[in-house]
């Protein structure tokens, strides 16, 4: 069955950088679209980041654009979201998803605090 692993999540300060991973299987990782949401307590959860099969194309939320990043290797069956000069409102539980098939990891803890 389908497997998302988060990785890479901590304690930052404001600033500050920290890449997540996401190890998949259990599907034909190449094939298909991934995502990033994020999900602060007591809100929805969030789209972050999206990237397509191949990688050429990806797409970001506003709030992030030109801070974070998303990319992929195919041949690990991995995403990865590069976080850069990041804030105490990006705290959250940060996510993958598989479009395709709605699945979800188990979610991975960031918090930007001094």
């Known amino acids: 069955q389908v497997q998302l692993v988060e990785s890479g999540g901590g304690l930052v300060q404001p600033g500050g950088s920290l890449r997540l991973s996401c190890a998949a299987s259990?599907?034909?990782?190449?094939?298909?679209?991934m995502n990033w949401y994020r999900q602060i307590p007591g809100k929805e959860r969030e789209l972050v980041a999206g990237?397509?099969?191949?990688?050429?194309?990806?797409n970001y939320a506003e709030s992030v654009k030109g801070r974070f990043f998303i990319s992929r290797d195919n041949a690990k069956r991995t995403v990865y979201l590069q976080m850069n000069s990041l804030k105490p409102e990006d705290t959250a539980v940060y996510y993958c998803?598989?479009?395709?098939?709605?699945?979800w990891g188990q979610g991975t803890q960031v918090t930007v605090s001094s």
């Open positions: 998803k598989v479009p395709r098939t709605g699945s």
């Open positions: 990237i397509s099969p191949a990688g050429g194309s990806t």
């Open positions: 259990g599907f034909t990782f190449s094939s298909s679209s």
